[in-house]
């Protein structure tokens, strides 16, 4: 069993193909880094396995079940999350109410008109837990809009760690942040178990050769190069497209 | 919370003994007629501040709604049903036509949602002329009479306050309820972060599309209650004035707040009515008193009234303290 299989998976936007028959396969527990120089089209991969696109052809499979026809949101509950580069969260809640909203959009209680959500102490305890994972516990109550950048990312990995996935999606966890946050945020992805799989896409190759197993690389939509670390980085694919040397 | 009443408190118990002793003070029965048209415009308010202030979601189609609920009881009641009969009719027809309302104009967001909905409004308000055989045209209907629930006499215009205060009541505390459940927290998240609530799992076309059913529920409740207090509609009701001055409503009393489109719909109906006694241009005043609106507090009148209390609160206080240490520094 594969914790995520992408096969032959085509999109072009116009005339301009940004993925061309990738294929991908990660193990359960793996943790995949996926590089390429800009405009490779690594994020628009993840939104087709998210997706948030549709593609044009090929197929996604989440732990073995084909998912390309399941709409972004019930890919949710089957097991899938993900962070965004762009830092997309609810910038007029508190941190805590953000998180809450990642662990109330797989709960029924979504629906629920009736309650009041800070009454609800089963969803707010979670969220501390999540929070206590990525190191903010501390200032759970405080307005997003208080927050720095960097506790921001965390905020971000602690709601897609909230919703207990399957496949953790990361795109660009560590985009603008300063040393001692980037710190931070590698221990918190280290201490997440094995029976999470992760995916992520990162620039900063000093942080994301240590964290993960195997490369693939991507260029011009296309997968260059595949393997372990050792061998992606030897790979002369590698240097040229990508380390530019 | 400490256990103390805060200052919010005192003022919406004071706010409430008004609104029950409201016919005993009022200087006549026109003011509380007048008053009795705030209260159901506020709740024709709270139900577009669904959309508005906690969807995101602007419409420039409300007043069609609320002409069809008016137009379906007053045919219905025309057809010699009984009230009840009517006002449920009206209400499974209007909620009807929210749906399918809901359904068409969800297929755009932003600027498209505008136009799509002001151009159901101007379709209602094009068969409301037209289609004499059914609405009356220029006619209109009438109504002849108001009903008397639980024995209250509807004729009487204190009768007539009192259950429109009831509703209205009944009104505050279900939108009360639903802002702070979890589902008005999925509301407002589709209002921030469309993309990334889908990406956590939910629905958000259908977010959307019950909220629109609710605020359709509450713009028919207010619809019905227009109609039995003017005893006749035209389409004059389901103008575009219409749709853009409950729209003003909430955005000058402040959307997303509770209390904001409340005070939007006072503001409206005091000054159309009362101060228009007074003073022949009064849709020049009821201007005037917007561009204020928006250029001293562009949040509404409710929070930016707020803000400017908690300013001017800090101000008196860091002054006081300032004067307090000064008188506290030992004497050279």
């Known amino acids: ?245 | 919370m400490s256990g103390m009443p805060s200052a919010r408190h005192i003022a919406l118990a004071v706010a409430f003994a008004a609104l029950v002793t409201l016919p005993f003070w009022m200087p006549g029965i026109y003011y509380i007629n007048v008053s009795s048209q705030v209260l159901f415009y506020a709740i024709f308010a709270l139900g577009l501040n669904i959309l508005v202030g906690y969807g995101g979601l602007v419409s420039l189609g409300h007043a069609g709604l609320f002409g069809i609920t008016a137009y379906a009881t007053a045919y219905l009641l025309s057809m010699g049903l009984g009230h009840t009969a009517a006002i449920l009719g009206a209400l499974i027809i209007s909620l009807g036509c929210t749906a399918i309302f809901a359904a068409l104009a969800l297929r755009a967001t932003g600027i498209g949602f505008i136009m799509i909905t002001l151009a159901l409004g101007q379709i209602i308000w094009g068969l409301a002329y037209r289609w004499i055989s059914l609405t009356g045209g220029d006619n209109g209907i009438n109504v002849k009479t108001r009903p008397a629930p639980f024995g209250v006499d509807l004729g009487d215009p204190s009768g007539f306050y009192y259950t429109s205060l009831v509703i209205f009541l009944i009104a505050v505390v279900v939108v009360t309820i639903f802002v702070r459940s979890p589902f008005g927290a999925a509301l407002k998240g589709t209002r921030d972060q469309p993309r990334r609530m889908n990406a956590l799992g939910y629905h958000v076309w259908a977010i959307r599309f019950w909220a629109c059913v609710l605020s359709g529920l509450l713009t028919a409740v207010a619809g019905i209650l227009f109609v039995y207090y003017t005893q006749f509609i035209s389409p004059q009701t389901t103008s575009l004035t219409a749709s853009a001055e409950v729209l003003l409503m909430v955005i000058a009393g402040g959307p997303a707040t509770l209390l904001g489109p409340i005070v939007g719909a006072a503001l409206v109906v005091v000054v159309k009515n009362v101060v228009s006694g007074y003073i022949e241009r009064w849709n020049f005043l009821l201007g005037a008193i917007f561009v204020a609106i928006v250029i001293l507090m562009p949040e509404g009148l409710v929070p930016g009234t707020a803000r400017l209390w908690r300013q001017g609160w800090r101000a008196f206080r860091s002054r006081r303290s300032v004067v307090l240490a000064g008188s506290a520094e030992p004497k050279p």
């Open chain 1, 1 to 245: 069993m594969s914790a995520l299989t992408v096969s032959k998976l085509c999109k072009a936007f116009g005339g301009l193909r940004v993925t061309t028959d990738v294929n991908l396969n990660v193990e359960p527990g793996e943790r995949r880094l996926i590089i390429g120089p800009n405009g490779a089209g690594k994020t628009t991969l993840f939104n087709l396995i998210t997706g948030e696109l549709t593609p044009d052809s090929g197929s996604v499979h989440l732990l073995d079940r084909d998912i390309t026809g399941v709409p972004s949101r019930r890919r949710a509950h089957l097991g899938m999350a993900r962070t965004y580069q762009i830092i997309t969260l609810f910038a007029r809640d508190t941190i805590v109410r953000n998180v809450t909203l990642a662990l109330l959009g797989l709960s029924n209680e979504r629906w629920n008109p009736l309650t009041v959500i800070d009454r609800n102490t089963d969803l707010i305890d979670r969220a501390h837990e999540a929070l206590q994972r990525v190191g903010l516990r501390h200032i759970a109550d405080r307005p997003l809009s208080q927050t720095s950048y960097g506790e921001r990312r965390r905020v971000e990995i602690a709601m897609a760690l909230a919703q207990n996935p399957k496949v953790l999606l990361l795109d660009e966890p560590f985009a603008g942040l300063s040393i001692d946050e980037r710190r931070d945020v590698q221990e918190t992805l280290r201490a997440i178990p094995r029976d999470v799989t992760i995916v992520m896409i990162e620039h900063n190759m000093d942080v994301a050769l240590d964290f993960a197993e195997r490369i693939t690389l991507l260029h011009f939509g296309k997968v260059i190069v595949e393997g372990t670390r050792a061998e992606v980085v030897a790979d002369p694919h590698t240097r040229e497209v990508y380390l530019g040397h």
